[in-house]
T-cell receptor
Framework: EAQVTQNPRYLITVTGKKLTVTCSQN?????MSWYRQDPGLGLRQIYY???????DKGDVPEGYKVSRKEKRNFPLILESPSPNQTSLYFC???????????FGDGTRLSIL | EDKVVQSPLSLVVHEGDTVTLNCSYE??????LLWYKQEKKAPTFLFML????IEKKSGRLSSILDKKELFSILNITATQTGDSAVYLC???????????FGTGTSLTVIP
């Protein structure tokens, strides 16, 4: 079954404690991206990757890092999380930019 | 700055009604516009519209793209309670590799 898998699905943590949200896709897609979704602000792109070792900033990259060492995986790293990063996060992939994206089920992060 | 605006923000209708959702955009050098439906969790893809495909239809849902006036509409006829969701519009320019989403329209269909 074609899918994008994110882990964890829920996380409550404290300010400053590094965390990683993993994302894996099994569709051999070239393009992967991370979004955060906040009430009234919609989906905003954090980072995206056109292919292995190629990543670029979206609209809201501050406080986040990503890496793309393998085609299927695109982890999101929060080195020093802060409360303003409390949000619902989605990973997505597509075979090319501009094409329909498959979304993971989301990760709800709460930073206290 | 590229921008996508959806209207209305929310809508409550009765089963059987027809609804029209709007998405206007200001994007440099348009490539594609995509509609998604988001229920409890992940957005799911509905339609993609491009310069070569400005009208799409699937069952009770249809969408058109007006490239001259820079907007798209999503029509849902004979609405059902299962249509209750947030509908998202996203635009991709030809330059750059980003997706730009609107804030969505929340649709509630009452039995």
């Amino acid at each position: 079954e074609a899918q994008v898998t994110q882990n964890p699905r829920y996380l409550i943590t404290v300010t400053g404690k590094k965390l990683t949200v993993t994302c894996s896709q099994n569709m051999n897609h070239e393009y992967m991206s991370w979004y955060r979704q906040d009430p009234g602000l919609g989906l905003r792109q954090i980072y995206y990757s056109m292919n292995v070792e190629v990543t670029d900033k979206g609209d809201v990259p501050e406080g986040y890092k990503v890496s793309r060492k393998e085609k299927r995986n695109f982890p999101l790293i929060l080195e020093s999380p802060s409360p303003n990063q409390t949000s619902l996060y989605f990973c997505a992939s597509s075979w090319d930019r501009g094409q329909p994206q498959h979304f993971g089920d989301g990760t709800r992060l709460s930073i206290l | 700055e590229d921008k996508v605006v959806q209207s209305p923000l929310s809508l409550v209708v009765h089963e059987g009604d027809t609804v029209t959702l709007n998405c206007s955009y200001e994007v440099t050098n348009f490539r594609s516009l995509l509609w998604y439906k988001q229920e409890k969790k992940a957005p799911t893809f509905l339609f993609m519209l491009t310069s070569s495909g400005i009208e799409k239809k699937s069952g009770r849902l249809s969408s058109i793209l007006d490239k001259k006036e820079l907007f798209s509409i999503l029509n849902i006829t004979a609405t059902q309670t299962g249509d209750s969701a947030v509908y998202l519009c996203a635009v991709v320019p030809n330059t750059g590799n980003q997706f730009y989403f609107g804030t969505g329209t929340s649709l509630t269909v009452i039995p």
